[in-house]
């Protein structure tokens, strides 16, 4: 991902949404949205299935590129209807190591999935293991998915 692009997400995060990564669960409020959300609870990892959900739900929402981001580690421009599977992971042999796709469940780091013109988005935060949902159409879909996804509105 570009430099720049790349800068300019992050600073939208983390000014803008105050996002504010901690360890300690108790402590302040994690990001504050200035746009409706919905926010849930993760009752268990997702697994292979429950990924495909998620995925066809922001192909269905947005069937354009978008960002995935992992606190302090790669970020990526994907495409939702691409069906990047769970555990995708590839060799950088330019930076000599390995490069891991974030799952949408925050499976031990800040996990961060929007639209480029941040109309939808779905933040994770993986020691609340809690999920912000962006976007009136993605949050009727993740109603609508709630049980098949495990997971309990906020």
């Known amino acids: 991902m570009d430099y720049n692009k790349y800068s300019a997400i992050w600073d939208k995060i983390c000014y803008d949404f105050?996002?504010?990564?901690?360890?300690?669960?108790?402590?302040?409020?994690?990001l504050s949205l200035p746009m409706s959300y919905k926010k849930y609870h993760l009752n268990g990892f997702f697994t292979e299935e429950q990924e495909k959900i998620v995925n066809s739900i922001f192909c269905r929402v947005n069937a354009t590129n978008?960002?995935?981001?992992?606190?302090?580690?790669?970020?990526?421009?994907?495409?939702?209807?691409?069906?990047?599977?769970?555990?995708?992971?590839?060799?950088?042999?330019?930076?000599?190591?390995?490069?891991?796709?974030?799952?949408?469940?925050?499976?031990?780091?800040?996990?961060?999935?929007?639209?480029?013109?941040?109309?939808?988005?779905?933040?994770?935060?993986?020691?609340?293991?809690?999920?912000f949902v962006v976007g009136e159409q993605l949050i009727t879909e993740f109603e609508r998915a709630q049980k098949m996804l495990n997971i309990t509105e906020l």
């Open 66 to 131: 978008m960002c995935a981001l992992d606190w302090r580690h790669d970020c990526f421009i994907y495409n939702p209807c691409e069906e990047v599977p769970l555990d995708y992971w590839f060799y950088d042999a330019e930076r000599n190591c390995n490069v891991y796709f974030p799952s949408y469940y925050p499976d031990g780091d800040y996990h961060f999935f929007v639209s480029f013109d941040w109309s939808i988005g779905l933040y994770g935060h993986p020691w609340k293991k809690e999920i």
């Open 18 to 30: 105050q996002f504010y990564p901690s360890c300690e669960i108790n402590s302040k409020p994690w």
